[in-house]
Structure formats: C-alpha cells, structure tokens
Nanobody, 122 residues
Framework: QVRLAESGGGLVQAGGSLRLSCAASGIFFSIDTLGWYRQAPGKPRELVASITRLGSTNYADSVKGRFTISRDNAKNTVYLQMNSLKPEDTAVYCC????????????????WGQGTQVTVSS
C-alpha cells in the first residue's frame, strides 16, 4: 500500500512564493512519473507539471518560467516550487504518482494525494 502525503499549501499575496512537497510512503520498487495537478472551482483539473524518475520535466504553458518541479528519489519526494504567484494560480493542488511498481515488478498502479489548498490574493 502506498500513500502520498502533501504539504506546503497556504495563503500568499500575488508575487509571493510557496513550495509544495509530496512524500510517498510504503513498499514499492520505483515510481515512473510524479506530477502536480490543480483544480479551481468550476474549472477542470489540469496538469501543472510532471517529472520522470530520471528527471525529464513537463510544464503547463501558464506556469513555465515561474514553477519548478523536482524530485528526490532517495526520499521518494516530489516538490513544486512556485514563484511569482498570481491570483489565477488559486486552486487545490494534488500530487499524482503514475506508475508505482511493486518489488516484483509485475504490474504498476497509480496513486493520488488528498490535495492541498493554494490561495493567492491580489
């Protein structure tokens, strides 16, 4: 069983910064891709950023140049550094682990964190 524990959300003024963390706990061999999604009220869920086990990254156009995703495989943790925050960044941010492999590498599973609220005021 794998659990994703998120932290770092909160209230910040426009132009400020926050760092989100997501730690994976449990017994597993590896995680293929870790990502951050967000969903604002009345809006569909969207991918913010993702990173593969070897460090290849992908960002939504709206956050390029402002957000940085990283991961520490030794700690099974993924981070999202958010700078120059805008009110439109306000949303619930969820951590996703896509491709969690057990020790016998037979089949992978996906997991989601519970989400953390990010609110940016003007």
């Amino acid at each position: 069983q794998v659990r994703l524990a998120e932290s770092g959300g909160g209230l910040v003024q426009a132009g400020g910064s926050l760092r989100l963390s997501c730690a994976a706990s449990g017994i597993f061999f590896s995680i293929d891709t870790l990502g951050w999604y967000r969903q604002a009220p009345g809006k569909p869920r969207e991918l913010v950023a993702s990173i593969t086990r070897l460090g290849s990254t992908n960002y939504a156009d709206s956050v390029k140049g402002r957000f940085t995703i990283s991961r520490d495989n030794a700690k099974n943790t993924v981070y999202l550094q958010m700078n120059s925050l805008k009110p439109e960044d306000t949303a619930v941010y969820c951590c996703n682990a896509d491709g969690v492999w057990p020790s016998d590498r037979t089949r992978s599973r996906d997991y989601w964190g519970q989400g953390t609220q990010v609110t940016v005021s003007s």
